[in-house]
């Protein structure tokens, strides 16, 4: 809990472009580095991975940003990327950044259907694909290819890091919406800055850090903790492009000498299921990091009594990435994700009304400083959104918490309906939507059902058209169907077929108490 009024961190200089504040100290300072390392095989030698020194990453980047200012691409211009989790993402990102464009990183796993949403809804110019991703770019917008990728920045100049503001767009990522539909949240140059409280505040970075990070190029999480925060420190990054069984990852961490792992809970808890840890050498490794969605004290105590090692939660948002946390700063406090990072002025609002910040023990709505030089600069046109998430100077997520008398913030779920699936944010109007549309559906509700103590699922409860038919209350054709419209992660697990869904007076369905509406 914060007890200042405002962001109390030192603040971003007025000009200020997040790529070169990642790249080009380092080139000039430790341009032999190792930057970058793209893993491919976990079991093939540390020579056959894919190496970028910081001198050739400063380089690609800056080469990468000229062929974009070729193609036509001013400052402002949005870039969609789709593509598959190789550097070319990454090259791509930050070269738009270098540029003054602003980069829109998509899931691999959007279908056709949200992937031209996003595009539209954007008005990127142009459109970066992967081969196996192609989707149909409408008139006006440019579409790069795999082969396209080295030639964009071959035979260039490096063109000089763009001359932006702190508060200039740097990038777009998209979030599920009120509405059902995904809204975009753009970030500014500074949100790389607003990053610092959690440099010793989580991870305990370090120059001579090895940081190895599972998730995919094209998520936020691993944008930011796996690329953006070891770059801007000088340290390593290691990410991995193979086959993604459980079993790579500790074969990883040994191999590449890695000094911070980070990974959602999920993946921690398939790691210690489908491995003995014991068998590999893990000398080397500090801690791990995670977030995306509660760490629980079950597997917490599993990972330490089978490591030794300490791992450190975080909690966060698209529009602000995280601000509270565990460190070695702030230890370890058994079902909390720990205290807010250094600076920040994070405070707990009551639900309904008022600026005032609740005292220790009492449940409200989590809030951050609108002074904090990580929050967002705004919705993507979405102002009637944006209106809802500011009350006076603090910006509201729709987390329930309290904090205790030391600080420590303790998470109580969500005041909305929106659910977390394996870290991601997913609204339950979108995934309801989609289903609506099935000729067998009369009506849909959609929300997290718990189905161990570690694990929830989305579930999806339906009352069918006309259960009398062959296939009135068959749920394959339904999760065929979620699957060909929605990302596999904002597909149900579940169907549920009941009678009707539960509803308030007003007639508005009453989410929270599908779980306990069976047949």
Request: proline share 7%.
């Amino acid at each position: 809990m914060s007890h200042q009024r405002r962001y109390a961190g030192e603040l971003p200089p007025a000009r200020f472009n997040m790529a070169r504040y990642c790249l080009e100290s380092q080139a000039r300072a430790t341009p032999d580095k190792v930057a970058l390392r793209v893993v491919s095989d976990a079991r093939a030698p540390v020579t056959d991975a894919e190496c970028w020194t910081y001198r050739q990453l400063d380089d690609a980047v800056r080469r990468t940003a000229t062929g974009l200012r070729r193609r036509g691409l001013v400052p402002g211009a949005r870039i969609m990327i789709r593509m598959g989790n190789t550097s070319d993402y990454a090259l791509l990102f930050f070269g738009a950044i270098a540029a003054g464009c602003v980069p829109l990183p998509s899931s691999a796993q959007l279908t056709e259907e949200e992937a031209d949403f996003l595009l539209a809804d954007s008005g990127a110019r142009l459109l970066a694909l992967s081969d196996d991703l192609a989707i149909q770019a409408p008139p006006g917008v440019q579409v790069l290819g795999s082969a396209d990728m080295a030639a964009l920045r071959g035979g260039n100049e490096p063109l000089d890091y763009a001359d932006t503001a702190a508060d200039d767009p740097a990038f777009l990522i998209y979030t599920s919406g009120t509405t059902g539909q995904p809204k975009g949240v753009l970030h500014a140059q500074r949100s790389a800055w607003g990053r610092r409280p959690m440099y010793q505040g989580w991870y305990g970075i370090r120059p001579d850090d090895v940081v190895l990070h599972a998730g995919a190029f094209n998520w936020t999480y691993t944008l930011g903790v796996g690329l953006t925060d070891p770059w801007a420190n000088g340290a390593t990054a290691v990410l991995y492009n193979g086959p993604r069984a459980a079993t790579v990852w500790p074969m990883l961490m040994e191999k590449f000498r890695a000094t911070l792992f980070a990974a959602v809970p999920g993946l921690y808890r398939q790691v210690l299921k489908y491995n003995d840890l014991r068998a590999f050498d893990l000398s080397n490794l500090r801690h791990g990091l995670t977030a995306g969605e509660a760490l629980s004290v079950a597997l917490l105590e599993q990972w330490r009594s089978i490591t030794g090692k300490e791992l450190y939660e975080a909690l966060g948002m698209s529009e602000c990435s995280t601000y509270v946390s565990s460190s070695l700063q702030a230890p370890v406090k058994l079902g909390s994700p720990g205290q807010a990072q250094q600076g920040r002025c994070v405070a707990v609002l009551p639900v309904d009304d008022g600026e005032e910040p609740l005292p220790p023990g009492e449940i409200g709505l989590l809030a951050v400083h609108r002074s904090d030089p990580g929050l967002m600069l705004g919705y993507w046109n979405r102002p009637d959104e944006e209106a809802l998430v500011y009350r006076g100077d603090w910006f509201i997520g729709g987390d329930l918490a309290h904090f205790d008398a030391d600080g420590y913030l303790y998470y109580h779920g969500r005041n909305d309906d929106v659910m977390n699936a394996m870290g991601y944010r997913v609204s339950p109007l979108e995934v309801e939507h989609c289903l609506s549309r099935h000729p067998a559906v009369a009506e849909v509700a959609v929300t997290e059902l718990r189905v161990r103590e570690e694990v929830s699922v989305i579930a999806a409860f339906v009352v069918p058209r006309d259960p009398d038919e062959p296939d009135g209350m068959d749920a394959a054709p339904l999760l065929a169907h979620a699957h060909a419209h929605l990302a596999a992660y904002k597909c149900p697990r579940e169907i549920i077929f009941v009678d009707a869904l539960p509803r308030t007076a007003n007639g508005k369905v009453r989410r929270r108490d599908l779980a306990q509406w069976r047949r």
